[in-house]
Nanobody, 124 residues
Framework: QVQLVESGGGSVQAGGSLRLSCAASGYTYNKHMGWFRQAPGKEREGVAC???????IYVDSVKGRFTISKDNAKNTLYLQMNSLGPEDTAMYYC???????????????????WGQGTQVTVSS
């Protein structure tokens, strides 16, 4: 069983940065993991994912601003977020799936382990 605990959320002004962490317990080595977010009144959407080889995929809205990374030794997933804007305000979730190999997906339905989320609020 995999358990995921996010941290690092908070309130920042537009243009600021935050680094989210997701501590995983259970076997997540070389498994696909991702970050997702959900704003009030909106559906949960993908942000970025990372596959077994460390290759990342980003949705267009965060390309060039966000960086996903994984420290397998610490069993921790990260999301570095720069140049934040009010449109990035949401609850951010970490997710994992038993799938391994190349090419991850930024689609929530592909993941079956989820954390409780960490809130990110960006003021203009």
């Amino acid at each position: 069983q995999v358990q995921l605990v996010e941290s690092g959320g908070g309130s920042v002004q537009a243009g600021g940065s935050l680094r989210l962490s997701c501590a995983a317990s259970g076997y997540t080595y070389n498994k696909h993991m991702g970050w997702f977010r959900q704003a009030p009144g909106k559906e949960r959407e993908g942000v970025a994912c990372i596959d077994s080889y460390g290759s990342a995929i980003y949705v267009d809205s965060v390309k060039g601003r966000f960086t996903i990374s994984k420290d397998n030794a610490k069993n921790t997933l990260y999301l570095q977020m720069n140049s934040l804007g009010p449109e990035d305000t949401a609850m951010y979730y970490c997710a994992a799936v038993g799938r391994s190999g190349a090419y991850c997906y930024t689609v929530p339905v592909r993941y079956n382990y989820w954390g409780q989320g960490t809130q990110v609020t960006v003021s203009s």
